[in-house]
């Protein structure tokens, strides 16, 4: 069940993206000269991208600013990290070196159905995997039985 579960997580997974985490050493983030951050744009009917080098001490809110200027406003709600959780209103005020590591930062702009893909998608694989093998016991106990009986 497991396998079939992450060929479906695949299946529905975003292209592959390196991730950077959160730098322990904050001192460290808060020195970096840039923070080059990489944007995604996950729309319904595209996907867009952009890499830029901000100061450290810009905001989330600004590299939506300057994401947008690039490829246009989008309507998406989200600023979301590398793992796909949302920021916060108030985190989207405060300096990127909190959320860098090794100055960088990846971040998507998406909608709140797409947050919810991968969820619904595994949902709904693991209900097929439950029927599909309520079907083979039942197929394979009424084989034992026919044997059974003879």
Not at 46 to 59: N, Q, V
Not at 72 to 99: A, R
Not at 120 to 141: H, L
Request: aromatic letters at 10%; hydrophobic letters at 35%; one cysteine or more.
């Amino acid at each position: 069940m497991a396998h079939i579960l992450k060929r479906v997580e695949e299946q529905f997974a975003q292209p592959a993206v390196p991730k950077f985490g959160v730098s322990k050493n904050q001192c460290e983030e808060e020195a970096c000269k840039f923070v080059h951050v990489f944007m995604r744009r996950l729309g319904r009917t595209d996907y867009r991208t952009l890499r830029h080098a901000f100061l450290p001490t810009k905001t989330l809110r600004d590299v939506k600013e300057v994401f947008e200027k690039k490829h246009g406003e989008g309507d998406q709600q989200h600023i979301v990290d590398e793992n796909g959780f949302v920021f916060s209103e108030k985190m989207l005020d405060e300096p990127l070196w909190k959320f860098s590591h090794c100055c960088r930062l990846n971040v998507d702009f998406t909608y709140d159905n797409n947050l919810t893909t991968v969820k619904d998608a595994t949902s709904s694989a693991m209900k097929i995997a439950a029927e599909t093998t309520n079907t083979v016991v039942r197929s394979v106990r009424g084989r034992f039985d026919q044997k059974a009986n003879l």
